[in-house]
T-cell receptor, first 112, second 116 residues
């Protein structure tokens, strides 16, 4: 059974640009959650999507947004990139948002 | 406010001995707890979970204990193996009431090193 797939694995951007990250959940999973991992803040919840609707949101600015498609694949967008956005972005899926969540290997975003 | 805390940044254990990783939480709404293992350059891998209606859950070499009155949980690995060397994260969620869909709150992690 294929796991959670995130693309790309690595990305380098400059300040002010925008970026889109992609996540394909485990087949049959309808809930997709996104997390940011940094050395200082650890793993922090960004938002969760279920059936193309955002059901839950963490404490991040509006520059961070996402969406989910009818096949449950999800994308995350960050606009007007800042140096502090450099992080590992992790996507996790579960059947209905219940636990446990299963994680992808992440996208490493570096801002220059 | 850090709602889930892992106070030990690292733990070193000999192969074959028991590893005990600890986690404390402050939010009394948390009702489901999980442990994840993470290797470098990989995403977290789910290990074991426990609901607040239980105080113990076992899966092979892994056992999680929950003490609700102390708001404390621990992960026991017996026997420890060198392949268990990784970062271990404790996580919690508040499923009751349906207000925390898909949200896990993580501790800062504990680096476990198992020496041969």
């Amino acid at each position: 059974k294929a796991g959670v797939t995130q693309t790309p694995r690595y990305l380098i951007k400059t300040r002010g640009q925008q970026v889109t990250l992609s996540c394909s959940p485990i087949s049959g999973h309808r809930s997709v959650s996104w997390y940011q991992q940094t050395p200082g803040q650890g793993l922090q919840f960004l938002f969760e999507y279920f059936s193309e609707t955002q059901r839950n949101k963490g404490n991040f600015p509006g520059r961070f947004s996402g969406r989910q498609f009818s096949n449950s694949r999800s994308e995350m967008n960050v606009s007007t990139l800042e140096l502090g956005d450099s992080a590992l972005y992790l996507c996790a899926s579960s059947w209905q948002g219940n636990q446990p969540q299963h994680f992808g290997d992440g996208t490493r975003l570096s801002i220059l | 406010d850090q709602q889930v805390k892992q106070n030990s940044p690292s733990l070193s254990v000999q192969e074959g001995r028991i590893s005990i990783l600890n986690c404390d939480y402050t939010n009394s709404m948390f009702d489901y707890f999980l442990w994840y293992k993470k290797y470098p350059a990989e995403g977290p891998t789910f290990l074991i979970s426990i609901s607040s209606i239980k105080d113990k859950n076992e899966d092979g070499r892994f056992t999680v204990f929950l003490n609700k009155s102390a708001k404390h949980l621990s992960l026991h690995i017996v026997p420890s193996q060198p392949g268990d060397s990784a970062v271990y994260f404790c996580a919690a969620s508040a499923n009751a009431g349906g207000t925390s869909y898909g949200k896990l709150t993580f501790g800062q992690g504990t680096i476990l090193t198992v020496h041969p």
